[in-house]
């Protein structure tokens, strides 16, 4: 691997590409996205990791708005980029570099440009340094215990922290074993930790529920198992409870964010179900009120807030949105939380309505609204996250139309510009939203819309 990434940071190189230049990876989980990613490392080119499910209008905005200078993926973006490497071509094309690249050694250096939803209509850059990156998983290796022997199972997707840094970068520094699979399959994934002497597995809890439900104890068994770890939403008890009889094990959760890779973990001994665990060793964490004061007293339910080496630097020329983000150096984190009587922390629920979990995707709802809103039926609308048993929360979409605009209009509009993920699982066409005094749409009250209407 190391050697192949070093042919393609010389080709990058001899292409015109320099430290700190933009490169795209618009590919799905594959050799070619893990050799492209340590190959930009070497040479200190910034990584803008792509969902291989974007459509071509959010793979051109990134393109434009992190102003890459290349990509490699099967879906070229012709027009503005200069280097482009298709997968087709990525093997042949190495095999023939040789040459030098001059390496790049900066810690402070940027890594990963994420882009990722939030509160506004289109998503925000955030700049992850190396040292951020580092950092988090030097804490992480030592809590989970992660050594050189481990064999992890990687189905994640890797353009999210998720996969792309904590399990990725966590392969590479320990010099471990992976098996990376493509996507995600259940019943290959149950196969694979009963034949292939996996130890170690990481998913978001909506994989667990899908294990769970294919699961059958007269054909698997997890012997090799030693860790299996849980993130990116809340798991809940009862299917922490299901997947202790499925693995004999406690999952371990862990709690992170893009913007600050991982922040709290249960710790290796002592893991408590419900709970995100105890703050990381180099990271602090602190809960502030409303009025944005401290909040010193255990159980008592306030807004996290993080400090550390691991937490990023800003979005990406957006210093707005990045003053925003911070309060002092304490990143905010929109999550809800307390501090039980042990110090293990508990999350209780995010305190904007905009974002929605799905999957363990975070997905924006302004920037769904907005791709409706461009529809010529659609009059209003407003996209909220339901409850639902298997992805946790599924994007629904109440919408008022001129009578022109079905269901079906809608779901295809929307697939037509947006990642499959982030379409709405639901569309409820009503008369009105429901607003309150100052005439501002109540998301609250469509939330609690009852389950026999939107199943
Ligand atoms: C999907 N489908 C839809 C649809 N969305 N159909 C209609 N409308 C929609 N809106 C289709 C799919 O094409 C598929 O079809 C079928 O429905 C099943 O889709 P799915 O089950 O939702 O998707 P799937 O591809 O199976 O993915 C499930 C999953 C995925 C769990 C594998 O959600 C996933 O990879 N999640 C991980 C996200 C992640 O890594 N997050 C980390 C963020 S970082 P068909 O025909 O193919 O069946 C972070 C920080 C931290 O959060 O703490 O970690
Ligand atoms: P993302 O930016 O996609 O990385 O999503 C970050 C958000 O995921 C956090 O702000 C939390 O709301 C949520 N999250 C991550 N891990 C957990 C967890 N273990 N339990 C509950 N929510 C989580």
New binding site residues.
Partial sequence: MARWAERYAALLHRRGIRAGDRVALHLPNSPELVVALFGNHLLGVVTVPVTSAATMQELGYVAERAEISGLVGSDPYRGRVGMQLLKEEFWDTLQEQQGAFPESDDPEAPALL?F??GTTARPKG?LLTHRNIRSNLQDLIQVWQWTREDRLLLTLPLF???GLVVALHGWAMTGCQAILTRKFDPAQILDLLTHRGCTLFMGV?TMYHRMVSAFDRRVHSFGDLRLAI??????SVELHRKCREMTGQTIL????????IM??SNPFHGRLPGS?GLPLPSVRLRLIDDQLREIREDKQTGE?CVRGPNVFGGYWKDPEATSKAFLGDWLR???AGYRDENGYYH?V??LSVD?I?SG???IGSREVEDVLERHPGVREVAVVGLPDPDLGEKVAAFVVTDGTAGEEDLAAHCRSALALFKCPRVFLIVDSLPRNAMGKVTKSVLKTTPRNVVD
């Fill in positions: 994420c990722t939803s955030v999210h922290v998720h809890p849980s993130g990116s939403a809340p798991m959760e862990r709690y992170g964010m893009t913007e600050t922040i709290t995100v996290v984190t929109g999550d999350l629920g995010r974002l979990k363990g995707y975070r």
